[in-house]
């Protein structure tokens, strides 16, 4: 390694506390203005107030939830303990759930707030995909739909919380005082996908989470409204499997259809 590279290459250690970067210094010349520890501290510290304010962007629900001191106090403990490999910060926090579920196990809903906005992010950021209506089927003699599988746009996930952390997030997001953190008495499901440029979600049932899965994992219709049966009749599975598939025509959630 030449003499730069390893000046760079100690830097960088320096900014990220590791040890290689403690003899840094050596290489920084002092003034009479200010020293080169000081001088130094200036570019430590800016580094870490840049990353904060990014993950303060990535998770401004959670920063509001938990408060600007204690989100600080997360965020650099999260930087030292993820030191950041991207070069588009855009990407660094998507650990975040899986820290606080270790730093803050005593405040469950934390993680579950980081987990739904980094997901809605996600959702927002996913690839452009074509939109499948219901016009699009009508082609499609009612016969041959038991055989027709569907592609869903990638932005879809499933996020599952214990605690009432969307209406926090909602009453947040609409600039009103939240409730306050309170465990639901049964797990919620909760959709999240892209309708045009907006990020989407709402409460499912889990009867839909179901059938969802099974179609998005490649099962026909007919597959589908026959694992419905198991928990209704026929003629009733087979309407609301046919209900699920034009609600998810109409949020724009299936990109394209085929027929075995």
Not at 59 to 67: D, E, H, Q, R
């Amino acid at each position: 390694m030449n003499h730069l590279a390893q000046l760079q290459a100690d830097f960088q250690a320096y900014l990220l506390d590791d040890a290689q970067g403690t003899s840094f210094i050596e290489a920084v010349v002092d003034d009479k203005k200010v020293g080169a520890k000081k001088r130094l501290s200036i570019y430590h510290n800016a580094y870490r107030l840049r990353i904060i304010e990014a993950l303060a962007t990535a998770y401004p629900k959670l920063n509001a939830l938990l408060g600007d001191v204690l989100f600080d106090n997360i965020a650099r403990e999260y930087i030292s303990a993820y030191p950041s490999t991207y070069r588009n910060l855009r990407w660094y926090g998507n650990q975040m759930r899986e820290h606080l579920l270790t730093t803050l196990p005593q405040h469950p809903i934390a993680a579950e707030m980081a987990d739904f906005e980094w997901t809605l992010s996600l959702a927002f950021d996913a690839e452009d995909v074509p939109e499948l209506t219901l016009q699009d089927l009508a082609t499609i003699p009612p016969e041959n739909w038991a055989d027709l599988s569907f592609t869903f746009q990638p932005a879809i996930k499933i996020v599952r919380t214990r605690w009432n952390t969307i209406p926090i997030w909602q009453a947040l997001e609409a600039d009103e005082t939240p409730t306050k953190p309170a465990q639901e008495s049964t797990y919620q499901s909760w959709l999240i996908w892209r309708k045009k440029f907006n990020s989407q979600f709402r409460l499912v049932t889990e009867m839909e989470v179901i059938a969802l899965n099974m179609a998005m994992a490649g099962a026909t219709f007919g597959e589908v409204c026959e694992s419905l049966e198991c928990e209704m009749d026929e003629e009733e599975a087979m309407t609301t499997a046919a209900q699920y598939l034009a609600t998810w025509l109409q949020e724009g959630m299936i990109s394209a259809v085929k027929q075995k």
